[in-house]
């Protein structure tokens, strides 16, 4: 029987991508560095703040002397205008809200820094529509560890096979995988088929509400 639901936010139910190229470029290019176009952000995202930086700056061929000075003025911008250009997933809050309703605890777990996270979902999600909401967090392995998915099923008191793990990209689908739960890659976000198939997806979809049909058929 499935009890809930474990979502990434970037590129599942949060579509980020504009927003974080925009602010990564400015960081770029305050530091006289070229930007780097949005698509192939969706490339360089998914692991980290500091993976992310790291990445653009050997996009750009530059040297990591100039990691503080970006992810600095990264991190400190993004953060103070974190729903700049990001908006939910056509779809996504209705399948939470009927996640809901069907008595689905909903969650999401990503690798955005944590404080940030709870902002987004806050105000991007109706209120109670979100039970538990987990970014990076000091002492806690960034995914595809996934110390974080074992931490939400404590949390909410129930067992691996009774979560989904629903995600965007290779990372997700080995965090759900590492932790033995039943994947669904999502074809929306920012990655392909061949990435979530390689990744080890259980299944892959094209709209949310499929995840409501995939709980339906789990649980009769």
């Not at 176009?37 to 692991?47: H, P, Q």
């Not at 009927?98 to 955005?112: A, P, Q, R, Y």
């Not at 970014?135 to 995914?143: F, I, N, Q, T, W």
């Not at 997806?201 to 789990?218: C, T, Y």
């Amino acid at each position: 029987m499935i009890k809930a639901c474990i979502f990434d936010m970037d590129g599942t139910v949060a579509n980020t991508i504009n927003s974080i190229a925009y602010f990564a470029n400015n960081a770029l290019n305050k530091a006289g560095l070229e930007s780097i176009d949005t698509e192939k952000y969706k490339i360089l995202v998914g692991d980290g703040a500091k993976v992310l930086v790291e990445r653009m700056l050997d996009t750009v061929g530059a040297s990591r002397d100039y990691y503080d000075e970006v992810a600095n003025e990264y991190n400190g911008k993004y953060n103070a205008d974190f729903l700049y250009l990001t908006e939910p997933y056509e779809g996504i809050v209705d399948t939470m809200l009927k996640l809901k309703e069907m008595g689905i605890k909903v969650t999401i777990f990503s690798n955005k820094p944590h404080e940030t996270a709870l902002k987004v979902a806050d105000a991007l999600f109706p209120e109670g529509s979100v039970d538990i909401c987990y970014g990076a967090r000091e002492g806690v392995a960034l995914k595809p560890d996934p110390q974080g998915v074992y931490d939400i099923l404590r949390d909410l008191g129930i067992n691996k096979e009774e979560c989904l793990y629903i995600g965007d990209t290779a990372t997700d689908m080995k965090t759900g995988k590492g932790a033995d739960l039943y994947t669904i890659g999502v074809l929306w976000g920012f990655r392909d088929r061949e990435e979530l198939e390689n990744g080890g997806a259980d299944v892959i979809i094209s709209h949310p509400s499929e995840i409501i049909d995939i709980v339906n058929k789990l649980n009769s």
